[in-house]
């Protein structure tokens, strides 16, 4: 399964159309990512990363909306063995 995480674009460091890269900010953390596939993206904007690839350039409410449902998800205990007999 591929999951792409929205972050938040801090700095560009490179805006070559084929090398652009730049700092994105995923809950306090900041990776180096490509991005070439958003060249419009502008930094604040939120972006959604897969494989260190921003893929597309998302608005906020969207940006919250996933993050929030993906910390849910991570606060999900697994099933129990008594919940896997029943």
């Known amino acids: ?3 792409a995480v ?6 560009w460091t ?3 159309p084929l090398l652009a890269r730049g700092w994105v900010v995923f809950g306090g953390v900041r990776h180096e ?7 419009e993206a502008e930094v604040g904007d939120y972006v959604l990363v897969h494989a260190g ?10 940006a919250e909306k ?10 999900e205990s697994p099933p129990s063995a008594e919940d ?3």
């Open 14 to 16: 490179d805006r070559d």
């Open 53 to 62: 690839i921003a893929l597309n350039r998302i608005d906020i409410v969207a």
């Open 6 to 11: 929205p972050g938040r674009l801090e700095e």
């Open 33 to 39: 990512c490509h991005l070439a596939c958003v060249p």
């Open 66 to 75: 996933l993050l929030r449902e993906l910390r849910d998800a991570g606060e």
């Open 84 to 86: 896997e007999m029943l």
């Open 1 to 3: 399964m591929c999951l």
